[in-house]
């Protein structure tokens, strides 16, 4: 597992709130677990490491108006998480 610091993450997010990021992480990683037939890369152990994985790449980013409800604030490439 791959360890984050969620501050410099924030921070490359442009998010203020650590624990706002810390909430879309998790419900990003919920959702992740949720989908029907969705198996993990061997190289992540955890929907946690993909979640965080996904935002440190830019691959899901939390958008400035939504920033109030993380868990429908994250959003991917494809759409709304």
Known sequence: MIFYDM???AEKQGINNKYLLTAAVAARARALSEQKG???DEDNEKFI???LQEFDLGAVRLS???ESAPENGAESES???
């Open 7 to 9: 501050d410099s993450l």
């Open 49 to 51: 490491s993909t979640a």
């Open 38 to 40: 969705r198996t993990l």
């Open 79 to 81: 759409g709304h998480v």
């Open 64 to 66: 400035p108006e939504r």
